[in-house]
C-alpha cells in the first residue's frame, strides 16, 4: 500500500498558479495517481488521474516525473472558489474500489 | 444524469439506538462503497458492494454493517451507536469495482449521536 504524504495547508491568492505536491515513494507498477478535491460538508470530487508524464484537463494539470515518486497538481489561475481540502491518491493494485485518503491539503485562496 | 443520493441529509441519534442509512448510485452503476469522515480520523473506508456482494471491508467493528440490493441501491445500518460514531457518512458509486474509475460521492448524511 502506498503512502502519500502531502502539505497539510497552502495559501495563496486569486489569480496565482497553484502547485501542490505528493509524495508517495513506494508506489507500485501498476498504480495510478488520482487527485480528489472537498468542499465542506460535501463529497469528494474527482479532479484528474494520471499514470506517467503529464495529464491535462479543463481543471488542472497533474505532472509526474519518470520515477514516478511523486507528482504534482497544478491549478492554473485559482479562485476563492478552489479553496478546498485537496487528496492525492494512489490506486492499489489488485482493483477494487478502495480509496486510501491521507489528511489532505487544505489551500485557501485569498483576494 | 442524476448524480449519487443519500438520505437522510442529517439524523441526530442518542446512543445505543441504531440507525440506517441509504444511498441510491448513479443509474448504471453497480458498485457502491462507504466511507467515514471525522475531524480526527479523516476519510476512512467502511466498505464496498458490487452484484449485492461484498468485495472489501475496512477496519470497522462488527456494528458497522451493509448491503446492496439488485438495483444497485445500498444501505449501511450502525447498531448500538456510541459518541465516536458521530460523522459525516459519504457513499460513492462507480460503474464497475475498479480503484482506476473515477468514484462519484453523494453528498452524504451527517450523523450525530447525543
Known amino acids: 500500500l502506498a503512502k502519500t504524504t502531502q502539505p497539510i495547508s497552502m495559501d495563496s491568492y486569486e489569480g496565482q498558479e497553484v502547485n501542490i505536491t505528493c509524495s508517495h515513494n513506494?508506489?507500485?507498477?501498476?498504480?495510478?495517481i488520482t487527485w480528489y478535491q472537498q468542499f465542506p460538508s460535501q463529497g469528494p470530487r474527482f479532479i484528474i488521474q494520471?499514470?506517467?508524464t503529464k495529464v491535462t484537463n479543463e481543471v488542472a494539470s497533474l505532472f509526474i516525473p519518470a520515477d514516478r515518486k511523486s507528482s504534482t497538481l497544478s491549478l492554473p489561475r485559482v479562485s476563492l472558489s478552489d479553496t478546498a481540502v485537496y487528496y492525492c491518491?494512489?490506486?492499489?493494485?489488485?482493483?477494487?474500489?478502495?480509496?486510501?485518503f491521507g489528511t489532505g491539503t487544505q489551500l485557501k485562496v485569498e483576494l | 444524469k442524476a448524480g449519487v443520493t443519500q438520505t437522510p441529509r442529517y439524523l441526530i441519534k442518542t446512543r445505543g439506538q441504531q440507525v440506517t442509512l441509504s444511498c441510491s448510485p448513479i443509474?448504471?452503476?453497480?458498485?457502491v462503497s462507504w466511507y467515514q469522515q471525522t475531524p480526527g480520523q479523516g476519510l476512512q473506508f467502511l466498505f464496498e458492494?458490487?452484484?449485492?456482494?461484498?468485495?472489501n471491508k475496512g477496519n470497522f467493528p462488527g456494528r458497522f454493517s451493509g448491503r446492496q440490493f439488485s438495483n444497485s441501491r445500498s444501505e449501511m445500518n450502525v447498531s448500538t451507536l456510541e459518541l465516536g460514531d458521530s460523522a459525516l457518512y459519504l457513499c460513492?458509486?462507480?460503474?464497475?469495482?475498479?480503484?482506476?474509475?473515477?468514484?462519484?460521492f453523494g453528498p452524504g448524511t451527517r450523523l450525530t449521536v447525543l
Open positions: 460513492a458509486s462507480s460503474p464497475v469495482p475498479d480503484i482506476y474509475n473515477e468514484q462519484f
Open positions: 513506494n508506489i507500485a507498477t501498476n498504480d495510478y
Open positions: 494520471g499514470y506517467k
Open positions: 491518491l494512489v490506486g492499489l493494485t489488485g482493483g477494487g474500489n478502495k480509496l486510501t
Open positions: 443509474s448504471g452503476h453497480r458498485s
Open positions: 458492494y458490487f452484484s449485492e456482494t461484498q468485495r
